[in-house]
């Protein structure tokens, strides 16, 4: 079987260029999204411990299988320590064997990016230009740069309450075609913008965004908010706003929709294949709020992996480990690997 480590996956990107491969994974993401009824789907498996959660994410397909290990720790940054670390596997549904292991850390957030922006696409009037972001902690930079690989960017306006995250921000995005306009308040940095973005950490049930500050026409990416009790936006936001999911039963519990209790069935519009597929429209006009409340589904992590396996072999990248038994001579006799 395939092993793909973080160098592999950085190869990867490197040959094709980050912005192709937000547009390949996008294509992937359409495909495997409109097939929605083809997938054997589940909200993730999630066991909360005292300083975060480990989850498992799986998803079974006609042709491949797919799961990822992934945790969500917010206090490992004061052990110098990534708040979120990945693993996934892609195997073949056919026989059961597993096709490739692959890192996930990067590929989460690339993955996250890119279904955020994808949604953007169907959500967001077709002209957007200005792009605001709130919170520039480790999903911002891809949030900016798979939007971009999508729209025609001309401006992006970023806040953090932590100025050094707004300066590793500005710092890694220096040089890029789009001005980068840094504020002082969420509120400074939405007015007038085309597409709002929320990627915070902050643990509890929040207001980034208050209803009040948004205008007609606005499209809002809600990021941050991705499990029970942390939620990002004001509520009185979903009220107004034509709201677009991943998969419902998970969304319920993680997403900014468990505030609506039990409106939230009838206020949701559409989950994302619905509108991918072209069951039912994205936007219809240029005065809609529109949001899409975005919680991470296991089905995303199914492309990207499908992605980078396709890749691999076309590359030549990443190397074949044996963690299953492909030369046993008698393969009803098992005990034979012991004398091997």
């Not at 495997?32 to 789907?41: G, I, L, T």
């Not at 992934?70 to 693993?87: D, E, I, M, Q, S």
Request: one cysteine or more; glycine letters at 6%; hydrophobic letters at 40%.
């Amino acid at each position: 079987m395939l092993l793909l480590e973080i160098a592999d996956v950085r190869r990867l990107i490197q040959q094709i260029g980050l912005k192709n491969f937000f547009i390949k994974l996008c294509e992937n993401l359409t495909e495997d999204f409109s097939a929605w009824e083809d997938f054997q789907k589940s909200a993730r498996h999630a066991v909360y411990v005292e300083n975060g959660v480990i989850e498992l994410m799986p998803v079974g397909g006609k042709k491949h299988y797919s799961f990822k290990y992934v945790n969500g720790h917010p206090l490992n940054p004061t052990r110098n320590k990534l708040t979120v670390v990945a693993v996934g596997m892609l195997s073949d549904v056919d026989s059961g064997y597993p096709l490739m292991i692959s890192e996930m850390t990067l590929l989460t957030a690339i993955r996250t990016a890119a279904i955020s922006a994808l949604a953007s696409k169907h959500l967001a009037r077709k002209n957007s230009k200005t792009l605001a972001i709130i919170g520039c902690g480790a999903q911002s930079e891809f949030q900016v740069l798979a939007h971009d690989a999508l729209f025609d960017l001309k401006e992006v306006r970023y806040f953090d309450l932590d100025e050094k995250a707004m300066q590793r921000f500005a710092d890694n995005l220096k040089g890029s075609h789009f001005a980068l306009v840094p504020g002082s308040s969420a509120k400074e940095m939405i007015q007038g913008a085309d597409i709002i973005i929320t990627a915070t950490a902050a643990p509890g049930k929040n207001k980034i965004l208050e209803y009040s500050w948004l205008t007609p026409g606005q499209h809002i990416s809600g990021v941050g908010g991705d499990s029970p009790d942390k939620t990002e936006l004001d509520p009185e936001i979903l009220q107004h706003s034509k709201i677009a999911i991943e998969y419902f039963p998970q969304t319920f519990h993680e997403g900014e929709i468990q505030n609506l209790g039990d409106q939230a069935k009838d206020k949701v519009y559409a989950e994302l294949w619905e509108i991918f597929s072209g069951k039912k429209p994205g936007r219809v006009n240029d005065q809609e709020l529109t949001l899409f409340d975005d919680v991470g589904f296991a089905l995303e992590d199914f492309s990207v992996l499908r992605l980078v396996y396709d890749l691999a072999a076309q590359h030549a990248i990443g190397k074949r480990v044996n963690l299953v038994p492909n030369d046993i001579q008698d393969v009803k006799n098992l005990f034979s690997l012991l004398n091997a």
